[in-house]
Protein backbone atom coordinates (compact mmCIF):
# COMPACT_ATOMS: atom_id res chain seq x y z
CA UNK A 1 0.00 0.00 0.00
CA UNK A 2 1.60 3.65 -0.88
CA UNK A 3 1.46 6.49 2.03
CA UNK A 4 -1.51 8.79 1.98
CA UNK A 5 -2.34 12.21 3.44
CA UNK A 6 -5.14 11.67 6.01
CA UNK A 7 -6.93 13.51 8.78
CA UNK A 8 -6.37 11.61 11.99
CA UNK A 9 -8.71 11.78 14.93
CA UNK A 10 -6.83 12.62 18.07
CA UNK A 11 -6.81 9.46 20.32
CA UNK A 12 -4.44 8.43 23.29
CA UNK A 13 -2.46 5.97 21.37
CA UNK A 14 -2.24 8.79 18.39
CA UNK A 15 -1.53 12.09 20.43
CA UNK A 16 1.64 9.69 22.56
CA UNK A 17 3.07 8.46 19.26
CA UNK A 18 2.82 12.34 17.60
CA UNK A 19 4.54 13.30 20.90
CA UNK A 20 6.75 10.93 20.74
CA UNK A 21 7.70 12.51 16.87
CA UNK A 22 7.77 15.54 17.66
CA UNK A 23 10.00 15.00 20.52
CA UNK A 24 12.33 13.30 18.62
CA UNK A 25 11.90 16.17 15.36
CA UNK A 26 12.30 18.99 17.37
CA UNK A 27 15.45 17.87 19.64
CA UNK A 28 17.45 17.27 16.26
CA UNK A 29 15.83 21.05 14.73
CA UNK A 30 16.92 22.43 17.95
CA UNK A 31 20.13 20.58 18.05
CA UNK A 32 19.28 20.38 22.04
CA UNK A 33 16.54 17.23 23.59
CA UNK A 34 15.94 19.86 26.74
CA UNK A 35 15.12 22.66 23.97
CA UNK A 36 13.39 20.09 21.74
CA UNK A 37 11.12 18.67 24.51
CA UNK A 38 10.68 21.85 26.45
CA UNK A 39 9.03 22.99 23.18
CA UNK A 40 6.83 20.24 22.40
CA UNK A 41 5.40 20.40 25.91
CA UNK A 42 4.15 23.39 25.15
CA UNK A 43 3.32 22.81 21.91
CA UNK A 44 2.52 19.33 21.15
CA UNK A 45 2.22 17.60 23.99
CA UNK A 46 -0.62 15.03 24.22
CA UNK A 47 -2.72 17.64 26.48
CA UNK A 48 -2.37 20.07 23.98
CA UNK A 49 -2.89 17.42 20.78
CA UNK A 50 -6.55 16.92 22.51
CA UNK A 51 -7.23 20.87 22.48
CA UNK A 52 -6.99 20.53 19.13
CA UNK A 53 -8.76 17.93 18.74
CA UNK A 54 -11.36 19.80 20.61
CA UNK A 55 -10.79 23.09 18.15
CA UNK A 56 -12.63 22.31 14.83
CA UNK A 57 -10.51 25.10 13.45
CA UNK A 58 -7.66 23.26 14.04
CA UNK A 59 -7.03 19.90 11.68
CA UNK A 60 -4.40 17.48 11.58
CA UNK A 61 -3.15 15.84 8.80
CA UNK A 62 -0.76 12.91 9.00
CA UNK A 63 0.98 10.28 6.70
CA UNK A 64 -0.05 6.56 6.96
CA UNK A 65 1.26 3.50 5.12
CA UNK A 66 -0.62 0.77 6.04
CA UNK A 67 -1.02 0.65 9.79
CA UNK A 68 2.11 2.94 10.52
CA UNK A 69 1.83 7.02 10.60
CA UNK A 70 4.47 8.84 10.13
CA UNK A 71 5.20 13.08 9.46
CA UNK A 72 2.35 15.07 10.22
CA UNK A 73 1.10 19.13 10.74
CA UNK A 74 -1.27 21.17 11.43
CA UNK A 75 -3.91 22.94 9.58
CA UNK A 76 -5.71 26.21 11.15
CA UNK A 77 -8.73 27.68 9.56
CA UNK A 78 -9.40 30.09 12.40
CA UNK A 79 -10.33 33.58 11.30
CA UNK A 80 -9.20 35.08 14.89
CA UNK A 81 -5.80 33.50 14.21
CA UNK A 82 -5.38 34.24 10.28
CA UNK A 83 -6.78 37.73 10.99
CA UNK A 84 -3.25 39.77 10.14
CA UNK A 85 -3.07 38.11 6.97
CA UNK A 86 -4.15 39.92 3.76
CA UNK A 87 -5.44 37.40 1.89
CA UNK A 88 -9.44 36.73 1.87
CA UNK A 89 -9.37 33.26 2.68
CA UNK A 90 -6.28 32.27 4.36
CA UNK A 91 -5.25 29.10 5.98
CA UNK A 92 -2.18 28.40 7.81
CA UNK A 93 0.06 25.37 8.18
CA UNK A 94 2.05 25.00 11.09
CA UNK A 95 3.96 22.43 13.72
CA UNK A 96 5.18 19.94 10.95
CA UNK A 97 7.13 17.77 11.76
CA UNK A 98 8.52 15.48 8.88
CA UNK A 99 10.80 12.51 8.03
CA UNK A 100 11.60 13.01 4.40
CA UNK A 101 10.67 15.35 1.11
CA UNK A 102 8.02 12.65 0.04
CA UNK A 103 6.57 12.78 3.47
CA UNK A 104 6.32 17.03 3.03
CA UNK A 105 5.00 16.81 -0.84
CA UNK A 106 2.29 14.61 0.26
CA UNK A 107 1.31 16.46 2.92
CA UNK A 108 1.48 19.74 0.84
CA UNK A 109 -0.40 18.55 -2.04
CA UNK A 110 -3.06 17.00 0.46
CA UNK A 111 -3.35 20.54 2.11
CA UNK A 112 -3.43 22.84 -1.06
CA UNK A 113 -6.19 20.24 -2.22
CA UNK A 114 -7.98 20.77 0.90
CA UNK A 115 -7.70 24.40 0.68
CA UNK A 116 -9.27 24.71 -2.75
CA UNK A 117 -11.91 22.44 -1.74
CA UNK A 118 -12.54 24.82 1.35
CA UNK A 119 -12.29 27.97 -1.50
CA UNK A 120 -9.14 29.45 0.28
CA UNK A 121 -7.16 31.65 -1.76
CA UNK A 122 -4.01 31.47 0.14
CA UNK A 123 -1.65 29.45 2.23
CA UNK A 124 0.73 30.74 4.97
CA UNK A 125 3.15 28.11 6.76
CA UNK A 126 5.12 29.15 9.87
CA UNK A 127 8.98 26.82 9.28
CA UNK A 128 12.28 27.14 11.70
CA UNK A 129 14.90 28.53 8.96
CA UNK A 130 17.19 25.62 10.21
CA UNK A 131 14.59 22.79 8.95
CA UNK A 132 16.66 23.55 5.40
CA UNK A 133 14.94 20.48 3.87
CA UNK A 134 11.35 21.51 4.21
CA UNK A 135 12.02 25.37 3.28
CA UNK A 136 13.68 24.06 -0.32
CA UNK A 137 11.05 21.29 -1.07
CA UNK A 138 8.26 23.99 -0.24
CA UNK A 139 10.19 26.82 -2.06
CA UNK A 140 10.50 24.04 -5.15
CA UNK A 141 6.58 23.82 -4.80
CA UNK A 142 5.76 26.71 -5.27
CA UNK A 143 5.83 28.83 -1.48
CA UNK A 144 8.03 32.02 -1.40
CA UNK A 145 9.40 33.21 1.52
CA UNK A 146 7.18 36.39 3.18
CA UNK A 147 7.82 39.16 6.50
CA UNK A 148 5.29 38.30 9.08
CA UNK A 149 5.59 39.29 12.79
CA UNK A 150 3.92 37.66 15.27
CA UNK A 151 2.72 38.50 18.51
CA UNK A 152 3.94 36.08 20.26
CA UNK A 153 8.28 36.01 20.92
CA UNK A 154 9.08 32.53 21.04
CA UNK A 155 12.24 31.70 23.66
CA UNK A 156 13.92 29.44 21.03
CA UNK A 157 17.31 28.80 19.69
CA UNK A 158 16.45 29.58 16.03
CA UNK A 159 14.25 31.82 13.96
CA UNK A 160 10.88 31.46 11.77
CA UNK A 161 10.59 31.60 8.68
CA UNK A 162 7.06 32.03 7.14
CA UNK A 163 6.11 31.12 3.36
CA UNK A 164 3.03 31.45 1.64
CA UNK A 165 1.48 30.30 -1.91
CA UNK A 166 -2.11 31.94 -3.40
CA UNK A 167 -4.68 29.05 -4.10
CA UNK A 168 -6.22 29.54 -7.61
Same mark, same amino acid.
Given at each position: ???????????????? =?????????????????????????????????????? =???????????????????????????????????????????????????? #?????????????? =???????????????????????????????????????? #????????
Amino acid at each position: MSKKAQFVVIIIDTAT =DMEAKAKKFYSNLFLSEEIGEQYVSEKLSISELFKVQN =DFNIEVLMIHENETSSSFLQLNSSRIFNEKIEASKPICIEHIVHLDVEEIQL #LFNRAEEIAKQRKH =DFIWVKIFETDLILKDTLIEMGYIIFNYSEAVAENLPVKK #LFLKKEIH
